[in-house]
């Protein structure tokens, strides 16, 4: 092909496309399955400014971020302590990828995340996510441990990778991929005596885990579960590998979630808000003696490396994302609103039956709802088969019991599907209002769509607290599910 007659976009032009240019190009060059979901619940807005909380479409309409990169964006939308450092970083000219030199930023990175992370978890291989963080695990303690089983949580959530997939505790993702990697075990969360009883019947490796399932729900396991978790991969000789990609950064109210067990897992992974909400870094962090066991031999260096992982560039907006959530305490932060959140969610649930339960840690928050529509629309199929009794009475004795028959097993299975839709799609329709309505955004977690993710930016304010709440008050109302109150 002649060069001369490719036209290709650039920033201006990118910037410039109206909203359903943009959508035909993904629909044509990236996903025609997600570009229709969008359109199907009205999702599709085209932000082209954020700062904090808050999203701007190109009408200069606000939106209010709920979801905040499913955990990816702890200290908002371009945080200027992370874009401060990113300029200073592209201004200095340092180069962003040396292969055969250490680089200058990502050192000083792997020093601020050893200072972060407990006991002697010291040595960071870095990469690009959290899904890639997982795979550095995986490979590690395989290398390091001679036996064969990885065990790991019922509802967990670990990437969708073949090795991540192969340890996620959700069948869904896994089906179409398989063959796996053998020898993987899913046990109950939160069950001391499920991974005891595997333990000793199997050789097992490693023991991964999430302090709390993120994607099932925000699943809070009892308290100590980590700590007995501890104590039981030490009595039977397994790694204990924590995975912190979401709960990290202090999204939980401490800087980690493993602090509330004040415990020291063998591997910490960690990604998402250590790029600072603007670049794609993860880390797999261990201790010096197990590096050492894995890759301390000069042939065994290169066994995992990453080209990208580590550049000066997304190691400039992790180092500015340590200093931010040190330097401002963002932890606490993170406490105190979500302990405020949780309350004002609280005194809803009493008033409206349809939320099953608030669990939530820090400003993790889920909101589990409770919806039984099936046997809901009976009035319905009684005024439909009333109105066909009607129209069909004129016939008299020329209708059979056959065509009665039929008539109810077609209204049944009308409002049936109608039950069907509703029950699977009901927070998928609560966002939606929520979006269009107040311009707030949410969705539902990955592994269980009857709950609603709540995952704010830590920076959020108790006056944004307080328009979520009554907003959300508002679309409850609609769907009429406030209790009756009674006077006694």
């Known amino acids: 092909m002649n060069n001369s007659s490719i036209k290709l976009n650039d920033f201006d032009a ?7 240019e943009v959508i035909e190009k993904y629909k044509s060059y990236i996903s025609p399955t997600i570009a229709d979901l969008w359109n199907m619940a009205d999702f599709a807005r085209l932000f082209i400014r954020g700062e904090g909380m808050q999203l701007w479409d190109k009408e200069g309409k606000i939106y209010y971020d709920f979801v905040a990169g499913y955990g990816a964006v702890n200290f908002g939308h371009n945080n200027p302590v992370i874009i401060s450092g990113i300029k200073q970083m592209l201004e200095s000219q340092v ?17 601020n ?9 010291e040595v960071s291989f870095f ?11 995986l490979k590690l303690v395989k290398k390091i441990s001679n036996k064969r089983y990885i065990v790991s949580a019922l509802g967990s959530f670990h990437g969708k990778s073949l090795g991540s997939l192969s340890i996620s505790g959700k069948e869904k993702y896994k089906k179409y991929y398989r063959p796996l990697l053998k020898y993987t075990i899913n046990i109950p969360f939160g069950d001391i005596e499920a991974a005891e009883s595997v333990f000793k019947e199997k050789d097992v490796a490693a023991f991964f885990i999430e302090p709390i399932q993120g994607e099932a729900g925000v699943i809070i396991p009892p308290t100590g579960y980590l700590k007995e978790m501890r104590n039981l991969c030490d009595k039977y000789g397994v790694l204990l590998v924590v995975d912190e990609i979401q709960t990290g950064f202090g999204r939980t109210g401490k800087n980690f979630a493993v602090e509330y067990d004040n415990i020291v897992p063998d591997i910490m992974t960690i990604s998402k808000s250590m790029g600072g909400g603007i670049a794609p870094i993860g880390a797999c ?7 050492k066991r894995a890759y301390g031999k000069s042939e065994n260096y290169a066994l995992h490396t990453s080209t990208f992982g580590g550049n000066n560039f997304t190691a400039t907006a992790a180092i500015q994302a340590t200093k931010l959530l040190i330097d401002e305490n963002f932890a606490t932060k993170a406490e105190q609103k979500g302990l405020y959140f949780k309350k004002c969610l609280l005194e809803l649930q009493q008033k409206y039956s349809i939320i099953k339960e608030i669990r939530a840690i820090g400003l993790m928050i889920g909101i589990e709802f409770q919806m039984d529509y099936f046997g809901g629309l009976d009035e319905m199929k009684s005024q439909i088969e009333s109105y066909l009794d009607d129209e069909f009475d004129y016939m008299g004795d020329l209708l059979s019991d056959d065509l009665y028959k039929t008539i109810d097993r077609f209204t049944t299975r009308i409002t049936g599907n109608i039950e069907s839709y509703m029950q699977k799609n009901f927070t998928l329709m609560i966002s939606s209002y929520l979006l269009k309505e107040y311009r707030i955004l949410t969705f539902s977690t990955l592994n269980n769509p009857n709950v609603i993710r709540i995952q704010p930016p830590l920076i959020i304010t108790e006056k944004e607290i307080d328009y979520f709440i009554s907003s959300f008050e508002s679309v409850l ?3 009429m599910f406030e209790r009756e109150i009674v006077n006694i």
């Open 113 to 121: 995340i050893a200072q972060l992370l407990p006991g002697d978890l």
């Open 477 to 479: 109302k609609k769907f």
């Open 285 to 291: 962090v261990t201790s010096k003696s197990l590096f």
């Open 95 to 111: 180069p962003s990828i040396v292969q055969i030199s250490p680089t200058v930023i990502t050192s000083a990175l792997a020093e």
């Open 127 to 137: 990469c690009n996510s959290g899904t890639e963080a997982i795979e550095a695990a």
């Open 14 to 20: 990118a910037i410039e496309q109206e909203l359903a």
